[in-house]
């Protein structure tokens, strides 16, 4: 159980397009989404948290314009980045957690984006 | 100051040696612990999960919680070669959103 899949596992796309990144919870519904960011030999650092039905909460210093984030059902979570850059290129990761009362997050495989 | 602190290594060990990880903290309402184990180009693996002080294991893992010290380690026994990976300390208060905060990771290579 508390399998998280992402998709697409790859993306390559030209500077000025924009991309999405689908998160999905498979066997469990997650009110509660993450979104992380991990550049080479660093570790992760959150984005943004994600709750259904509601906007998202981004952190400090992350554009919330640019990193478009829609929690749209309790299976679901994407994020779009609009208008990618070359210095947008990064391992991006999303967990979700399970139902209340328990604290784990459970990590997807993650999405290399490439911006050319 | 990094509110968690991990040294990233890297570390390399012969197959069979036991295998310590540690990683400390400054935030003292951190109550929830975490390791996560990561392979190159994949997400995070939970490992282990633990909340109060003391020890807690499962299998060939161990981690111990200091919150005194606030400081955490994990143990591997018995080392294979599949245990090569980079391994993340994680964080987490109880209030508000309950992110996680995640040291630096340390790369684990274990040889043959």
């Known amino acids: 159980g508390a399998v998280v899949s992402q998709h697409p596992s790859r993306v390559i796309c030209k500077s000025g397009t924009s991309v999405k990144i689908e998160c999905r919870s498979l066997d469990f519904q997650a009110t509660t989404m993450f979104w992380y960011r991990q550049f080479p030999k660093q570790s992760l650092m959150l984005m943004a948290t994600s709750n259904e039905g509601s906007k998202a909460t981004y952190e400090q210093g992350v554009e919330k314009d640019k990193f478009l984030i829609n929690h749209a059902s309790l299976t679901l979570s994407t994020l779009t980045v609009t208008s990618a850059h070359p210095e947008d290129s990064s391992f991006y990761i999303c967990s979700a957690r399970l139902p209340s009362g328990y604290n784990e997050q459970f990590f997807g495989p993650g999405t290399r984006l490439t911006v050319l | 100051q990094k509110e968690v602190e991990q040294d990233p290594g890297p570390l390399s060990v012969p197959e069979g040696a036991i295998v310590s990880l540690n990683c400390t903290y400054s935030n003292s309402a951190f109550q929830y612990f975490m390791w996560y184990r990561q392979y190159s180009r994949k997400g995070p693996e939970l490992l282990m999960y633990?909340?109060?002080?003391g020890n807690k294991e499962d299998g060939r893992f161990t981690a111990q919680v200091d919150k005194s010290s606030k400081y955490i380690s994990l143990f591997i026994r018995d080392s294979q070669p599949s245990d090569s990976a980079t391994y993340l300390c994680?964080?987490?208060?109880?209030?508000?959103?309950?992110?996680?905060?995640f040291g630096q990771g340390t790369r684990l290579t274990i040889n043959p």
């Open positions: 994680a964080m987490q208060v109880t209030q508000g959103a309950q992110k996680l905060v």
């Open positions: 633990t909340y109060s002080s």
